[in-house]
């Protein structure tokens, strides 16, 4: 591989996931009690997935890194102050809801036109990376939809290692049952990676990384084209948290010994 | 400190600003609308052909997660937002209506003064009198210094959001945060710029997966906007010493609660609540109502509070319990929860404003009002100040001197209204460090005779002087006791002061699980504290010795997310930085210095990531 | 009128899994309850005759077979499902989220302009309509909606559904060609253990050993005891043949270079950033947190917690029971009786 790889990273915003979620009822789709109040970050497995996608492009001269984007414009500006300073990439942002209630072929849809619009993207060199699903939507499915309507029949989920070997094939580990991974080798790009964690740890905030990108970035928010996200055909007929308070048992000032001994009884019942 | 011997990148930037809140907001503002109708005018220095080149560095993991009640008479914000429309921020709403409430202790555990004790059963006695209601007596007017007319109620979190997007919107500066910066560079007294914390380390700062030693930003202007216990505005304190004659010995942690009101309250939006009396006479307590169904409320806890019990999260649960507040809060539930530390020296805590490269503002830079109880309005303006006199000194294309910050910046800051008014505050808490009564009086007379007759009273009386234990239980709890529970306490490291003030008769919690919840489930559901890994350890004891030989140990009590406890290694305060919310009360709670006759404690805050994660403070 | 579409894929050794007998039975309570619908089949795998005579009550059923099947891999896999669909003329499909599956029917779905849905948890037919409910937000929010457009994949989350039983019957299979491309580009070489120390994760486990970030943590004495506590942990699964998550701080403590326990990995994480595993018992020992990480026990029937802090949010209102003490202590006593008792 000599060229080096166009990585595309689709990922966008969700609530920060320590955050109290409660559904309201919104207009087209279920909304989130304050969604605008709630503090954002990179989806997590999209996290990896760049941190993955920018770790490859530095190891493989020539290459470069998209992150493809979908939210509320306002919410991403500020997603970016805290993504801008990990690792380069050129951002592509479509203005559009980031609700885990949209629906994810028409956000395929949406992104799959936004990549085939990137100025001086080589498909034929193409790894398409997102995350193995999303802490909104949660469903895992957009990414192997957007590369699917790319014309990528080469798709690995829950990837958590992928090599290049000699010779340019690819070798990628997926998560299947039981914590054991599924090892293939595919001939090479172009190809679909949906990310579980991966092996890289978060990389440190580098402020010369983050002026370099927010070059790039400022521009591209500013031309975020709007993501119609209708949610068409879908009727919504409950969302909620559900409300499973038990009552707990409290066992205290007993021994070690007595807890241990209710506890193994209730093991062996 | 850092390892000097690493080699370090360097990155070159025109100015660097240290903190984002109020302060940096007003000042970013005022500068980057400027440099936008410079339309280009100014070229960086640092990266010739390009615009200026102006980063800011927050801490925090996010730019709203600043924790404030905020009531303000918005001068200055305004100024700067002539058309602020404030339903355009969420939690923000006009004052509509203020009340002053002196709130009577229902329970009698409370350590009340003679003269307190006198005026509560004139109270109650002429209960008709005064219309003593629910345990509260309301004052009859509000003096005027304390009035906030036509002002704001606001979330900080929230503010501080809206401001970022306006500023990033118009893209002329680069806001960072997760950025935790550790030191400022100085170089033959002047400040070149800072160095950012290394990342990629364990939790004592050794080299780790990652590593990347923080990187010196070198600036020809730093903007030190740090609050009032960041650490680099005390690494310049501690390099260039304080003004003679000034001093920062008051302060306070002032913890908060945003609570969804329960439905059937009557309370209206832009309602301001301020009370004092209780949970002890010292502690002052707010709720500020913010959009239908919300308030933010809390207490703050000072340092004139001599006791070595400040459990503020405790007392803000009693407060909360008051029958005069109960009425309006029983049935409403936790939203956000989270505490900071006020600089409540004001004028008189002013350190050098400016010195070769840099400029401090804000909170940090003594701005607050001491007399007003306001302080974000107050930072807004330096920070506005500042930005004139940086535009100012790039269209004359003068470097950013002492001599020239001084004419430029200073000048404009002695010549503001606000600043005239912290003058005549500088004095109006001086009366506290001698009891609660001689405080409130002394207040008055400042606030009344515009800071001509203030409480008699000055410079370095009372520093840190918290009370033994023995001492403050004297007559509630036999010395013999006390022994017996530090004792026990250290083997089983259970926080002390639940066990104390359940002694002295505060009646245990009734935990309901949304309003009344435990201290850790308020870190967690209400303030989603976190620590990222990859940093040293922010809390740092500097004087092992000192901590061991220290008997009292308030840091551990006053600690507001019980990240510090008891059963270290030698006698030292174990720290859990997963805990940690900054708030830097340990640090001004601490009685032991340093050095002798030296204000620097034994235990610091230096700069790290993480802490509170809630936007809705 | 829908068509509904059971769709499944063998395992190596030429069986289904569970899962598939799991969303069997919501296919065929979907077929039961949904006026005018139909039912078929459709296989994947090496060679599907045996399994296809395992769906009793289904009378069609499509195959798929060929040793191009036989491995999980997407190009062949939704070229297989897709020509299922179409054979099929099926609007609904009903499949198990395996990982398999998961991979490859979100793309059939949009290869045949459908739709998806995975980890579905329930499905249910009212009138003529189809509902389904699932989970969003990673486990923090149930909703349950109908869709109009077809064809509509529905993949079932594995533990959701009683499992139908596999009795003998003799169903008539139709063989369905598929165009595979000319070269598959990928090819699958096998399953690899994540790690080289113990298995700890046994998705078929009776009980879910939950071990938080106060293992690690300085006790009584002031110092970390990392090496009992995984010895402690390793006993129980072991004795308990227990399955073990972990909360999102005792794994990251790895990354912070903390001395930490050698077998637990990423995988292992449980809530919010990481799985929701059923299991029919749970166990949580020194876990602190509140609703984002406690969903990492939420599809755990059976809970208890063990935990020197009595208002810990992992347990009240969440646990069955509350054990306010050491797990140190306890949990080596627990291993004495277990081992005792083997």
Redesign the interface.
């Known amino acids: 591989m000599t060229d080096g790889f166009h990585i595309v990273v689709c990922g966008s915003l969700v609530p ?1 996931p ?3 979620l409660e559904p309201v009822p919104g207009g087209d789709r279920p909304a989130l009690k ?1 969604e ?4 954002s970050v990179l989806d997590p497995w999209a996290g990896h997935a760049l941190y993955e996608a920018a770790h490859l492009a530095a190891k493989t001269p020539g290459s470069k890194v998209w992150l493809v984007s979908l939210g509320p414009k ?1 919410q991403l ?2 997603l970016m ?2 993504v801008a ?1 990990k690792v380069p990439f050129e951002l592509v942002a479509l203005d559009g809801p980031a609700s885990g209630f949209t629906d994810s072929f028409e956000v395929a849809v949406a992104l799959a036109q936004a990549i085939e619009g990137i100025d001086g993207l080589d498909r034929s060199r193409l790894l398409l990376f997102g995350g193995c699903a999303s802490a909104s939507r949660d469903a895992g499915v957009t990414v192997q939809m957007v590369g699917e309507r790319l014309g990528i029949h080469d798709q690995f989920l829950a990837v958590d290692e992928l090599k290049v070997e000699d010779g340019g094939s690819i070798r990628v580990l997926e998560r299947v049952e039981g914590g054991r991974y599924l090892a293939s080798v595919c001939e090479g790009a172009p190809l679909v990676a949906a990310w579980a964690t991966g092996s890289l ?8 990384v ?2 370099q990108n ?1 070059r790039t970035i ?1 521009p591209a928010l ?1 031309k975020a084209g709007p993501a119609t996200l209708g949610g068409e055909g879908t009727t919504w007929l409950t969302a909620e948290v559900p409300q499973q308070r038990r009552e707990t048992r409290v066992v205290k000032d007993s021994s070690a010994d007595e807890i241990a001994q209710e506890i193994v009884t209730w093991i062996k019942g | 400190m850092h390892d000097n011997t690493v080699e370090r ?1 360097c ?1 070159e930037v025109d100015i660097a600003c240290v903190g984002f809140g109020p302060a940096s907001g007003g000042f970013l503002t005022t500068l980057s609308r400027g440099l936008t109708e410079a339309q280009g005018e100014f070229e960086s220095s640092a990266m010739p052909g390009l615009p200026p ?1 102006v ?1 800011c ?1 927050e801490r925090a ?5 600043g924790v404030s009640g905020v009531v303000t008479r918005a001068t200055a914000i305004r100024e700067t937002y002539p058309d602020l429309d404030s339903a355009s921020i ?2 923000t709403a006009p004052v509509t209506s203020e009340k002053v409430v002196y709130l009577l202790d229902p329970i009698g555990a409370s350590r009340r003064g003679l003269a307190v004790r006198f005026a509560d059963a004139m109270l109650r006695g002429l209960r008709f009198v005064f219309r003593v209601r629910d345990e509260a007596f309301t004052l009859p007017f509000i003096p005027k210094f304390l009035h906030k007319d036509g002002g704001l109620v606001l979330g900080i979190g ?1 503010f501080h ?1 809206w401001v ?2 306006q500023l ?2 118009e ?1 002329q500066v ?6 935790p910066v550790a030191e400022p560079l100085i170089e033959d007294d002047a400040v070149v710029g800072v160095r ?1 914390v290394d ?5 004592k700062g050794e080299p ?3 590593y ?1 030693p923080g ?1 010196d ?1 070198k600036a020809a202007l730093t903007v030190v906007a740090d609050g009032p216990v960041g650490p680099i505005g005390r690494k310049l304190d501690e390099h260039f010493g304080l003004p003679e004659g000034h001093e920062r010995r008051d302060w306070a942690v002032g913890m908060k609660l945003v609570v969804d009101l329960p439905e059937d309250c009557a309370l209206e939006p832009g309602t301001v609540l301020h009370t004092m009396g209780y949970p002890e006479p010292e502690v002052f307590g707010f709720l500020y109502v913010n959009q239908p169904g919300l308030a933010s409320l809390g207490i703050f806890v000072p340092s004139s509070l001599d006791s070595p019990v400040r459990a503020s999260y405790r007392y803000l649960q009693h407060w909360m319990q008051h029958p005069y507040l109960w009425k309006h809060l029983k049935g409403g539930k936790l ?1 956000s929860w989270g505490a900071k530390t006020l600089q409540e020296s004001g004028r008189q805590g002013e350190p050098h404003l400016v010195g070769d490269g840099y400029a401090r503002i804000g909170e940090g830079s003594g701005s607050t009002n001491i007399l007003t109880n306001s302080g974000v309005d107050e930072a807004w303006a330096t920070g506005a100040q500042l930005a004139e006199a940086v535009l100012e000194l790039l269209k004359s294309k003068q470097p950013f001197t002492r001599d020239n910050l001084e004419r430029t910046y200073v000048k404009r800051r002695r010549e503001s209204t606000l600043d005239k008014e912290s003058k005549v505050a500088a004095k109006a808490r001086v009366g506290f460090r001698r009891g609660f009564v001689r405080g409130v009086i002394g207040t008055g007379l400042t606030g009344l005779t515009r800071g001509r007759l203030n409480a008699p009273g000055g410079l370095g009386t009372k520093h840190r002087e918290i009370k033994t234990l023995a001492e403050h239980f004297k007559g509630r709890i036999p010395a013999s006791e006390i022994e017996r529970i530090e004792a026990e306490a250290s ?3 259970r926080p002390l002061q639940d066990v104390y003030m359940d002694r002295v008769g505060w009646p245990a919690i009734p ?1 309901d ?1 949304e309003l009344l ?2 201290h ?2 308020a870190l ?2 209400g303030g ?1 504290v ?1 620590a ?3 940093y040293a350890d922010h809390v740092v004891f500097l004087d092992p010795a000192a901590c061991a030989a220290c008997e009292t140990k308030p840091c551990i009590a006053i600690c507001s997310g019980q990240a510090l406890t008891l ?3 030698d006698g030292v305060p ?1 720290f ?1 930085r ?1 805990k940690c919310i900054h708030c830097g009360a340990c640090q001004w709670s601490c009685p032991a210095p340093r050095q002798p006759g030296h204000d620097a404690a034994a235990i610091a805050l230096e700069a790290g990531a993480g802490g509170l ?4 403070n | 009128m829908d068509k509904i579409l059971f769709l499944a894929h063998t395992e190596a050794d030429g069986t289904l899994p569970k899962a598939a007998y799991e969303a069997l039975t919501a296919a065929k309570n979907l077929a039961g309850d949904l006026q005018g619908a139909t039912l078929v089949a459709g296989l994947i795998g090496a060679d599907v005759a045996q399994v296809a005579d395992t769906l009793t009550g289904i009378e069609r059923v499509l195959g798929v077979s060929g040793p191009e099947f036989a491995v999980s891999r997407y190009s062949s896999d939704v070229a297989a499902a897709a020509a299922l669909v179409s054979t099929s003329d099926a609007t609904i499909i009903v499949a198990p989220a395996t990982p398999r599956f998961c991979r490859a029917l979100p793309g059939a779905a949009a290869r045949l302009d459908g739709r998806i849905e995975t980890q579905v948890t329930a499905i249910s037919a009212e009138g003529d309509a189809v509902e389904a409910e699932r989970w969003f937000y990673r486990q923090r929010i149930v909703a349950k909606f109908s869709r109009s457009q077809r064809p509509w994949f529905l993949l079932t989350s594995p533990g959701a559904f009683e499992p139908a039983s596999a009795e003998a019957g003799k169903a008539t299979l139709e063989a369905v060609s598929v165009d595979l491309p000319a070269k598959l580009r990928t090819k699958v070489t096998g399953i690899e253990a994540a790690t080289t120390e113990a298995q700890t994760i046994r998705p078929d486990a009776d009980i879910l050993l939950v071990a938080g ?1 106060g293992w690690n ?2 006790q ?1 004495d ?1 110092a970390t005891h990392v090496n009992d506590a995984s010895s402690l942990v390793l006993g129980f699964l072991e004795l308990a043949r227990a399955s073990l998550g972990s909360t999102k ?1 005792l794994v ?2 790895g ?4 001395e930490v326990m050698s077998f637990m990995s990423h995988l292992n994480q449980v809530g919010q950033t990481g799985s929701t595993p059923r299991h029919r018992k749970g166990l949580a020992t020194c876990c ?4 984002p990480h406690v969903v990492g026990w939420r599809f755990v029937s059976e809970r208890r917690a063990i935990n020197l ?1 009595e ?3 992992w347990a ?2 969440k646990a069955d029971v509350l054990y306010v003490a050491d797990a140190f202590e306890v949990m080596a006593k627990v291993n004495e009786l277990l081992a005792a008792d083997a």
């Open positions: 920060d320590i955050q109290t304050n605008a109040m709630l503090p306002a500006q500020q102050m805290r300073q740890p978060e990389p440190p905030n580098s402020p010369q983050g002026m927010m400022m500013a | 990148q990155l080149q980063v560095y993991d996010d730019l709203g997660f969420p939690m929230q959001q970022a997007s990033m919107a893209a680069q806001l960072w945060p997760g950025t950012l990342q990629g380390t364990d939790l780790d997966v990652g990347l990187m930003i939203r083997a089983s490291q935990f699980g919840v435990s850790q489930d967690l559901l989603k976190q990222p890994p990859g059963g270290g290694e174990l859990d997963e994660h809630s936007a809705e | 970030a943590k300085k009584k002031g701080s990251d403590q990354a912070e270079g903390a602190h947190g509140e609703e802090d208002t810990c949010g009240q209102g």
